[in-house]
């Protein structure tokens, strides 16, 4: 067996999460215990700009620690009246269009987590992971199952993967329900091959290219 490689750097991470607070208290105690151990790490967010329910939750708590340079709120304008209330949180950029807005969010971040969340969270969760599975980004894809939320989702990929719709190799979510398990696992990371590259036996992004790290994309921003 080969040798793991060096730890992957995480200097921002994409999350995807909820702008309502859920039914239980949970859930909006995990988005800050997130928060707090991102900013132990000196990680960086990058999230949906919005500043009520988790999303809110997890940018004041990586702001507060470390500052508005460490959070990057990307929304589209027109959603800007349900998911803003008072200030922005961060730098925010108001985009055009939800496609420019994932796209944004996927270029500045070395990774995605996923909190708990409703149609919005689950849509950017399942065009990351179907990117990884073409081979437009390597990056690690993570859920935080805080109190089994996602149980159904995992159940739901199983049963893809038995009836022959996805393959093993693809069924590569990491799961866990404690920030530094998930965090540890991320940096360990190994990207399976991408469908591409296993047909063209090439890494070339042959669409959108999120391959960027977070730094790469800073740099092409100035």
């Known amino acids: 067996m080969a040798n793991p490689g060096p730890p992957r750097?995480?200097?921002?991470?994409?999350v995807f999460c909820g702008a309502s607070s859920g039914t239980d208290p949970e859930y909006m105690a995990a988005a800050k215990a997130l928060g707090d151990y991102l900013v132990k790490e000196k990680i960086?967010?990058?999230?949906?700009?919005?500043?009520?329910?988790?999303m809110g939750e997890i940018a004041r708590t990586v702001q507060q620690g470390l500052g508005d340079e460490g959070v990057l709120g990307v929304i589209p304008e027109a959603l800007t009246p349900r998911e803003v209330s008072g200030a922005l949180i961060g730098k925010t950029h108001i985009v055009k269009d939800m496609h420019t807005r994932k796209a944004l969010m996927a270029q500045h971040a070395d990774g995605f987590i996923a909190m708990p969340g409703g149609f919005g969270t689950l849509e950017e969760l399942m065009e990351v992971v179907t990117w990884q599975q073409l081979g437009f980004h390597a990056k690690p894809i993570a859920l935080l199952n805080i109190r089994g939320f996602y149980d159904p989702l995992l159940a739901f990929v199983n049963h893809a993967v038995e009836q022959g719709f996805i393959r093993p190799m693809h069924n590569n979510l990491i799961v866990s329900s404690?920030?530094?398990?998930?965090?540890a696992a991320m940096r360990a990371f190994t990207p399976p091959v991408s469908l591409v590259a296993s047909i063209m036996n090439s890494t070339a992004p042959v669409g959108?290219?999120?391959?960027?790290?977070?730094q790469e994309a800073d740099k092409q921003q100035h």
């Not at 750097?9 to 994409?14: A, V």
């Not at 404690?178 to 965090?183: A, G, R, Y």
């Open 9 to 14: 750097e995480l200097k921002k991470l994409c």
């Open 178 to 183: 404690s920030p530094e398990e998930l965090l």
């Open 208 to 214: 959108l290219d999120v391959s960027l790290s977070s």
């Open 44 to 54: 960086g967010l990058v999230y949906g700009g919005g500043t009520v329910g988790l």
